[in-house]
């Protein structure tokens, strides 16, 4: 009888979640997966539309100079702004944990720049990096000569600063919580036996800091992909070649309507994305199993 | 009591970098009350010809509202912008709440075969940046007739995988027993939902609409890709043309334009905050 009625239960759950899930399952069957299939099979097939080509489409974009720059760029990007934000959002986390005072006007001021519309900052970045801008005024000030910042090979470095200045709060929040996740006892134990400062940091702290050091690589690694705001509104679609990225590539090749290259590099970068992230999924997975 | 002699030290530090967030919202917001002759002295050389270097100075000598007045009075066309913003954000996080909600409730609560299956489906969506939908967005926008609307930017948004992953996240925390004791009393499964799973899992709903928001707000790929019309452009991609005459203007533009999301922020800083970490805790 009991068993029956849970039953019921079960069924109706399942009835009910079906419900539940149908307008957002149905919204991202026909918005985006629909659609996505479509984009990989064009991704083979020629620029009439009918003949499939092969991996003819994906040549095309590997011999093309913008796409190999752009390729060379985001990775150089990559490497060095997201291990960069680790660091410094982590170090900071570190110093701010020690219930500094302030904390909390600390936390908010760093948070502030994530939700600074892009448009906002641009007249700042112009005033600063502009040739004859403040940073220039700064360096003359210091006996060095004025640059063109923006439209040179310093531009990569300014784009590089835009990213640490927007996402640093938003890592230093996920280092906090990391960092708080850790017991105290942990701490104490390690100090009654004669664990210095430094010996707690490195067999306590960073061990543990795993899980934190996964989720802050994969959201700083999406996000990466949004520093093409800044770089578009303050320089447009052409803007110096060291920061030419694959965002650019992407965004003119839809310009022209290209659907072939788009569809091809799409298809790329989506099996690159996906297979980082589930590739530092496992490895953080195991790590986790070990300890 | 060695942490008590860092203390200065990290302190120090902590400063210098909250300075490098406050120095250029400070300038933005003296830029937008200093008088047009005093701007052309700091400014003729990056927005004219002079060629003279740049220059600041912590308070402007005389403050003024003129530029503010200026913009508010005189530029229709700021308005239109700042309402094509309104109209493509704020139906896009209702439509999230409401289709997210109920969505969330099932893949956090709700035991059904292939669940896990699902959760992973959105997750994979949250990943993939923009740039890898935008081909495949386009495809079905442009087929449903929609290039060149507000729908090309709130539909895929009202969909979005990012709000359901985080009311799920919220929802997951509400005791299950509280759900069955409400079965047992006869509750409905939408009745749960409503008296129970909303209520509790309000903060989530919360979160996710003050994260949906200032995305929504601060767009810029979706509506440079989809939007072809001056008349639509939303204040995220707008950016006056500025010259020497009419800085003063662009920087009120600027403060104005980010007002909506930081004051959001201020207000519902501890939602966004746990939206944050939920959006960083493991599946």
Redesign the interface.
Known sequence: MKRAALDR??K???R??????A???I??F???L???A??IRRSFLSAMGDQFVGLENYKTIFGNASFQLAVNNTVRFLLVCIPLLLLCSLA?AL??Y?R??FQN????????????????????I???F?K???L??LS?ALGST?QDWLNSEYAFWVLVLCYL?KY???NV??WL?GLSAIPDSYYEAARVDGAN?AQCFFHITLPLLG??L???S??AL?NS??V??EA??VAGRYPNNSIYM??HV??NW?TNLD?QK??AA?VL??IT??AI?FVSMRVSDRRKEQS | MKSKRLQPCSFVILFLLALLVWTPLWMLLTGALTPTSELREHLSGVLGSSGELASWSLLPNRLTLQHVVELLLDTPAFFRVFWNSCVQVLPAVAGQVLIGAPAAWALSQLRFHGRNTVFRLYIVLMILPFQVTMASSYIVLNWLGLIDSPFAILLPAAFSAFPVFIMTKFFAGIPREMLEAARMDGASEWAVFFKIGLPLGLPGVLSAALLGFVEGWNAVEQPITFLKSASLTPLSVFLPATTVANTGVSFVSAVIALLPTVLIFLLGQQYLEQGILASGIKE
């Open positions: 239960m079960g109706g759950e399942a009910a979640a079906r419900a539940f899930l307008p957002s399952l919204g991202i026909v918005l985006v629909i659609p996505t479509d984009v900071a110093l701010l020690r500094i005072r006007l600390f936390r908010t001021t760093y948070l502030l720049p994530l939700v600074v519309p892009v448009t906002s900052v641009v007249m700042i112009q005033t600063v502009h004859n801008g403040l220039s005024a003359v004025p200045w640093f709060g938003y929040i996920l919580a400062e899980t934190t996964f989720i802050t994969v959201l999406i992909f949004k093409f705001r578009y509104l694959l965002q992407l965004s839809f659907m788009i569809s799409a970068l989506m994305i996906l992230v």
